[in-house]
């Protein structure tokens, strides 16, 4: 039993531990990042959390607007969607 914990543990830790990456683009290229935020709140987002990741991406942390709790990570250079979890 507790190999094939240790066997199921090895094989989820990577896919857990995997960062979203989103953009390579030197950062003078990004989106001025409070004009996004006001532009993802004028799509009806509220926003709890806005961060930079280590991926280079923007993140939020909010609701979306049929007010489900939301995380998103976004291309700050086109703004598009990379990765949502939707609670």
């Known amino acids: 039993m507790r190999q094939l914990l ?8 990577p896919a857990v531990l995997a960062k979203t990456e989103c953009s390579s683009a030197d950062k003078a290229q990004w989106q001025d990042q409070n004009n996004f935020q006001e532009a993802l709140k004028t ?3 509220e926003i709890k959390k ?11 942390y ?3 607007k049929e007010g489900k709790k939301v995380e998103i990570y ?3 250079v086109s ?8 609670d």
Do not use: A, H
């Open 6 to 13: 240790l066997v199921s543990l090895l094989v989820v830790s």
């Open 79 to 86: 703004g598009k969607k990379v990765k949502e979890e939707i």
């Open 74 to 76: 976004f291309d700050p």
């Open 62 to 64: 909010g609701k979306n």
């Open 50 to 60: 806005f961060k930079v990741t280590d991926g280079n991406c923007y993140e939020i």
């Open 43 to 45: 799509q009806g987002y």
